[in-house]
Structures are given as structure tokens and as C-alpha cells.
């Protein structure tokens, strides 16, 4: 024979004394302050959702704002009605946290929106992430797992498996709670729910527990997200959006849990002439939560603040030319955007369907490949210094932005042979050393070093009739007063195939400059 469930709320019925003579009963007081409170908190809300309707110019990020907003008057109207019809308390409360599952989600995919704007840039910038570890190991299970990295609880070695991980640990919370919400309707039907009791025959501690450990893997993948991209959604200052959604989670569900366990039969908490079981078990959580959602909701009017999405307010809402919302009349589309939960449904199945479908190629995908592996295939290829290795970056030739002053740079600005090639123009503008020579530098007149010329040239029937200097960069520049030639070479014919620092040259080729170890160059 099955157990029977002694005390229900259905059979439960308020009879208490007034908390002062002539005054009010608890059950009324309640009530009294969870109005109050609740329509504060509906009206601050409402109010919100209305401006982000109104101004919906970014349907991707403004359509999971309106799910989250509606959190506060969800709670508040729930509590409510709750406390109001305290006999059917289970039927409200499942709803509330069916919304629950269904705005934390919503949170998740806002933030993956900040990222990227659809799925498919989401992906390629979680590929080049670097995961970092879980923060607190996990609750310290990785310490007799494996550690960091080996074992159940190890770190990701690919950014995109993160990302998918922390996916499926936020979407299932939708399914499972969706579920129990099913399971604790049904049970209640054939009184075998018994929200009162947490004996192991009844669904009510089964549910419980499910539900806490499916929110706790929701909430730490949220929070494992912010940890890894705050520095990156900065500007969309994450923070008080995390502590928000934090904050209301956490007084709607871990609040009523320890409150559910402090007024079971064997808990502290007993209803006396003036308090009920009614009022013990739903009454106080529910004037709480009206309470802290009115909080909330003034919270929300700066984390999730409508201005930014503003033509008027931000100068950062590209609307086009028209510069037309796009939520419709009084915001009629964008109410029914927000509220339509089919992209909700899809990235549930996406999360569910990438934990079955292609585990055995998941390795092969860029992400895990090895990171040496990724600098070998961009490493320098260029010319290279014999007996050194250094990069002879100065031997390339350079562009035509870089002869006009501005260094070209290999792939992006933040290249790591940027400083190189920047290198390259001061040492192209160096003294390249010469082979020796017997006439010093003072043997010739200031200028003679930069014409490179020699002293044979200088004075003869060439230089006169010519009336050009050396070449420079292939282009020939009138030639200067004529300097006085070495006694030494007054005598000799001038040789026109000789080159003062590199010998006799053919002129009909070009030579590349000839570097030795201790030059400038190397």
C-alpha cells in the first residue's frame, strides 16, 4: 500500500489570531505588503520592456533583453497569486520556474550576441579562444580526477568544445525543468506530490533535488562564460547583468529551498496560533520575493538600460538611413518576437545534438590543432643571415607604402616581425662596411663618401662632359663642383668598370649587396 501524504496546502486552512489586538492577521499583513511591493515592481518593469519595445532597433540583443526584463513582473505576479490562492501555490510556482529556466537561457544567448552576431562568427571566434580552467576546480572535484587537465572535470583543450559545453550546460537546465514541471503536475494530480514532505516516496525531494543540481551547472556555466570574455564584453558591461541575473535566481530558488526545508515536518520552523502553515510555507517566501524584485527592478533600469539602442541617446545604433524601429506599432512585434520560443527550442536541440553527433571527427576540427604547429606554418620564410639565422629583412624589397614612409607590415598590425621590418629601413640608411683601403676617409673632399665615386672620375673629360654625378636608386643627379682627384691616380685613365667599394662590376648587371658577420646587417 502507498504511502499517503498526511498534510496537503488543499486541506490546509488559515485560522489565526491577529498579530495585535484589533490589528491585522499575518496572512492579510502579507498580502498587504506582497501588493505593494509587487506592483512597484510591475510598474518599474513594464515600464522598461515598453522603452526597449518601442525602441527595438536591434532585434538580435533587444529580444532576449524583453525575456529577462519580464522576469520581475513574472516573479512578482507569481508570488502573488501564490500567496493569494495559497491551496493551488504548486501550479503558479512550476510556471514561474518554467520562466525561470527560459530567461536564464535567454541571458546566455544575449551575451553570445555581444560576441558575434549569429552562430557562425560565434564559432570561428571561439576557435582561436584559449579556455581557461574551471574556476574553484570545479568545487575542488578535479584534485581527485585527474587535475586540470585529464580526467571528467579536465579543461577543454579546444575553445570551440568550451563553447559547446558551456552551451549544453546552460540549455539543459530548459529541458530538465521544463520536464519536472510536468512531473510535478502530474504527481500533484494523483496526490503523489507532497510539496510539504521531503520523504523519498513522494516526487516533491526528487524534484527538488534534479532542479538545484540542473540550475547549479546553469549558473556556474554563466558565470565560467563572464569569467572568460569580461575583458571582451566589457563595453557591454556584463557585470551588474551577471549579479542581476545572479541575485534573482538566487533569492527565487535557493531562498525558497531552505525555507521549503525549515518548514517541513521535522524542520525549526512550526506554525503557532498566530502564523499558519500556509503562511510559514508559501506566505514568507512569497512576500520576500515580492519585496526583492521591486529591488531588482530599479537594478534593471541600469544594467539593461533601453538608451543604448536609442537613435536619439546613442550615436552607436546604425538604423539606416530611415532610421526606423523596427518593433512595429506600440511595440506590438517586438513583444511578439520576445515572446516567440522557437529559437529557444532550436538551441536546445543544437546543444543536445552536438553531444551525439560527430564525437569521434570532433578532434579533427582547427581548434585542437597544436599551437607550434600554428607558428611553424606562419613562421618566417624570408632571407637569412649564413652562421647567424637572423632574418635579413632589409634584403627584401620593400613596397611602394613602405618607400613612402609607411613600413609594410606581414598580415595584421600586432604581426610579430613588425618591429623587423620597421628595423629595416633605419638599417638601410647605415654605412655598409668597405673592403679595406689605403686612402682614408680625409683623403677626399666632404661629400666624397655619399657620391661613392672614385677619385679617377673626378676632374676628367667624363665628368665634365657628362656633367652628372654617380647613380642613386637608378636616377642621376647633377654633379656637384668638381673635386680634387688623388695625386696618387692624376696619372692613371680612368677605369669604367670600377667601383670604389666593390672592384671592377659589370655595368650591365646588378649586384646584391655582399654582407659579412660584424656588419650592420648581421
Same mark, same amino acid.
Given at each position: ?51 526597449? &519595445? ?46 525561470? &529556466? ?43 580526477? +585527474? ?101 534573482v535566481i538566487f533569492f527565487s ?25 500556509p503562511d510559514l510555507y508559501v ?116 613596397? $611602394?607604402?613602405?618607400?613612402? +614612409? ?34 682614408? $676617409? ?81
Amino acid at each position: 500500500m502507498l504511502t499517503a501524504c498526511n498534510t496537503t496546502l488543499e486541506d490546509a486552512d488559515i485560522q489565526e489570531i491577529p498579530l495585535w489586538d484589533g490589528g491585522l492577521k499575518f496572512h492579510h499583513l502579507g498580502l498587504i505588503i506582497a501588493a505593494v511591493f509587487g506592483l512597484i515592481s510591475v510598474i518599474i518593469a513594464l515600464f522598461l520592456v515598453v522603452q526597449h &519595445a518601442l525602441h527595438y532597433s536591434k532585434p538580435s540583443e533587444q529580444r532576449h533583453i524583453i525575456r529577462i526584463l519580464l522576469m520581475i513582473p513574472v516573479y512578482s505576479t507569481v508570488s502573488f497569486l501564490s500567496y493569494l490562492n495559497y491551496k493551488h501555490a504548486v501550479y503558479f510556482q512550476v510556471l514561474r520556474d518554467c520562466y525561470e &529556466a527560459f530567461a536564464i537561457a535567454s541571458f546566455f544567448t544575449l551575451l553570445c550576441h555581444y560576441v558575434a552576431p549569429n552562430l557562425h562568427e560565434q564559432k570561428n571566434y571561439f576557435r582561436t579562444l584559449t579556455p581557461k580552467n574551471w574556476f574553484w576546480g570545479v568545487f575542488g572535484l578535479q584534485l581527485c580526477t +585527474g587535475g586540470e587537465n585529464k580526467g571528467p572535470f579536465r579543461k577543454p583543450r579546444s575553445g570551440l568544445t568550451w563553447f559547446n559545453i558551456v552551451w549544453v550546460g546552460v540549455f539543459q537546465y530548459c529541458f530538465i525543468r521544463v520536464l519536472f514541471t510536468i512531473v510535478s503536475v502530474i504527481t500533484e494530480i494523483f496526490d503523489r506530490y507532497c510539496e510539504h514532505s521531503n520523504s523519498p516516496v513522494f516526487a516533491h525531494i526528487w524534484v527538488t533535488v534534479f532542479d538545484a543540481a540542473s540550475v547549479t551547472i546553469a549558473m556556474f556555466c554563466l558565470i565560467q562564460f563572464y569569467i572568460q570574455l569580461r575583458l571582451d564584453l566589457a563595453e557591454h558591461k556584463p557585470f551588474m547583468k551577471v549579479l542581476c541575473i545572479k541575485l534573482v535566481i538566487f533569492f527565487s530558488f535557493w531562498q525558497s529551498l531552505v525555507i521549503s526545508f525549515l518548514t517541513s515536518a521535522t524542520g525549526p520552523l512550526q506554525p503557532t496560533e498566530k502564523i499558519s502553515y500556509p503562511d510559514l510555507y508559501v506566505g514568507v517566501p512569497s512576500v520576500m520575493l515580492c519585496i526583492e524584485m521591486a529591488f531588482f527592478a530599479v537594478l534593471h533600469l541600469f544594467a539593461f538600460s533601453w538608451k543604448p539602442y536609442s537613435y536619439a541617446h546613442s550615436a552607436d545604433v546604425d538604423g539606416g538611413a530611415s532610421k526606423k524601429y523596427k518593433g512595429g506599432p506600440l511595440g506590438f512585434y517586438a513583444f511578439v518576437d520576445a515572446l516567440n520560443p522557437w529559437d529557444m527550442i532550436k538551441a536546445s536541440a543544437r546543444g543536445f545534438r552536438w553531444l551525439f553527433v560527430g564525437v569521434k571527427h570532433r578532434h579533427t576540427d582547427a581548434s585542437y590543432e597544436d599551437s607550434a604547429k600554428l607558428d611553424a606554418e606562419d613562421a618566417y620564410l624570408g632571407p637569412t643571415y649564413a652562421g647567424t639565422g637572423a632574418a635579413a629583412t632589409e634584403l627584401q624589397r620593400p613596397s $611602394n607604402d613602405f618607400r613612402q +614612409g609607411t613600413p609594410e607590415v606581414h598580415g595584421t598590425p600586432e604581426d610579430d616581425r613588425r618591429g623587423l621590418l620597421r628595423h629595416s629601413a633605419q638599417l638601410g640608411q647605415q654605412q655598409v662596411s668597405s673592403p679595406p683601403s689605403q686612402y682614408g $676617409n680625409n683623403e677626399y673632399a666632404p661629400g666624397d663618401d655619399s657620391e661613392q665615386l672614385h677619385p679617377g672620375f673626378r676632374g676628367t673629360s667624363m665628368s665634365k662632359e657628362v656633367g652628372m654625378s654617380p647613380i642613386h636608386g637608378g636616377q642621376a643627379q647633377p654633379s656637384s663642383s668638381a673635386a680634387p682627384v688623388h695625386p696618387a691616380l692624376r696619372a692613371q685613365s680612368p677605369d669604367p668598370e670600377w667601383d670604389h667599394w666593390a672592384g671592377r662590376q659589370d655595368r650591365n648587371s646588378i649586384r646584391p649587396p655582399t654582407y659579412r658577420t660584424g656588419d650592420s646587417g648581421a
